[in-house]
């Protein structure tokens, strides 16, 4: 209970700073961006080019990481509609599809009709995305991904969203959602927290089962409304 009064007042922290600070950021690195991309001039040596290239993926990361956070600081608008996820998670897989190709992952989907809750549409986007987004990343080789729809027999909807990827100890299935928690060479480690704390926004519940070598199932049950 201790740990958890701690954790939340760090995050709030971290919200507050986030917030004030990150636009402030931005702005000098996009200035700096731009600088760079003018110095890149056809004439200089392959090394100074490279310098200029990998000084701008670097400002790129820096920028990518700020969005995550900016996601978690910002309540945004907080507002609940009454959503067909059916269709919201169409949109996503349409969205994720290129990704999921330049990967060699491919998306196998089952989505009922008449699948109705309430949500904040970007929200739920962005949750949705967080998690086919891992589930692509899980398979450094390529494979599946399932992702199903369906209306539960009592009263919710079921998203499951299934790779057949790396997958998780239970140590590391629990240690989901936690901040900066990401075993990636790139990794954030807030797209967990951010997809936790949505779906809780919404009243849902997120399930994880995962084995080692085999792959990982999310699954996010959502209270149905008619
Ligand atoms: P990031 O993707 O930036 O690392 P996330 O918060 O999205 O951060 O995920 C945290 C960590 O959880 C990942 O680094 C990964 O180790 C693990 N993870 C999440 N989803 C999956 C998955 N589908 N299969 C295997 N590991 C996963
Ligand atoms: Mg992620």
Redesign the pocket.
Known sequence: MRLEIQELGKLQVMRDITSVFAHEIRNPMQVSRGFLQLLNDPDLSDKKKRYIELSIEELDRADEIIS?LLIFAKPSNNRMNRIDIGAELNRVLNITKAYSISLNVEMKYHISNDCWAYANPQKLRQCLI??L???I??MPNGGYVWVTCIRTGDGNIEIIIQ?E????SKE?VD???TPF????E??????????YQIIRSFKGQIKVT?EKEE??A?CILLPIVR
Do not use: C, H, P
Not at 181 to 184: G, M
């Open positions: 995550d967080n998690i987004k891992n589930a990343e899980s790779d990827g790396i997958g998780m590391q240690r989901l959602g928690y990401s075993l990636k790139n990794g954030t480690g807030l797209g967990m927290m951010v997809s995962s792959g990982t999310f």
